[in-house]
């Protein structure tokens, strides 16, 4: 090999070394349920920057672990969210280059209010006062509800 072969392959090397640690910085940690101290699966976890946009959003396991990575160095919040599960957001932090930082998500559950839809294809008018529901009802004709 001669020598700028050498210097060549030597920068590429270099590269691949360096690289990976300069978009190295990761947060972990788990989404835990604030009362019981259960882990929560399913919850959206989204990196946001100090102007509020998404740069990086990850899924949390079924035991609540979770591992995101920062684009870069900087000043960034944790949003999470789940059906079931109040919308929190973390404080904002500081990540360093290649550092693995850990960050523990406390969230409260919520009874998720669901819109009840009856529909029928022949009856109108269902009797909706016997049903035990106020506000929280729409009933849809036959007309409707069709999709083509």
């Known amino acids: 090999m001669n020598r700028l072969a050498r210097v060549r392959f030597g920068a590429v090397a270099a590269l691949c070394v360096a690289l990976p640690v300069a978009g190295a910085q990761v947060v ?3 989404v835990t349920e604030r ?3 259960t882990p929560i699966g399913g919850v959206v976890l989204s990196l946001v920057d100090t102007s509020t946009r998404t ?8 035991q609540g672990h979770f591992e995101i990575r920062a684009p870069a160095a900087g ?3 944790l949003d999470a969210k789940r059906i079931g599960v109040a919308r929190t957001r973390t ?3 500081d990540i360093t280059t290649g550092e693995r930082l850990e960050r523990a998500i406390v969230v409260d559950q919520i009874t998720p209010r669901l819109t009840r839809v009856v529909t029928s294809r022949t009856r109108s008018g269902l009797p909706l006062g016997r049903m035990r529901v106020q506000h929280e009802l ?3 004709d036959s007309t409707a509800s069709r999709f083509d």
């Open 91 to 93: 404080d904002f932090f």
């Open 55 to 62: 740069v990086a959003t990850v899924l949390a396991d079924a």
């Open 75 to 77: 000043r960034f919040a």
């Open 138 to 140: 729409v009933e849809i």
């Open 28 to 30: 972990v940690g788990t």
């Open 35 to 37: 009362h019981s101290g």
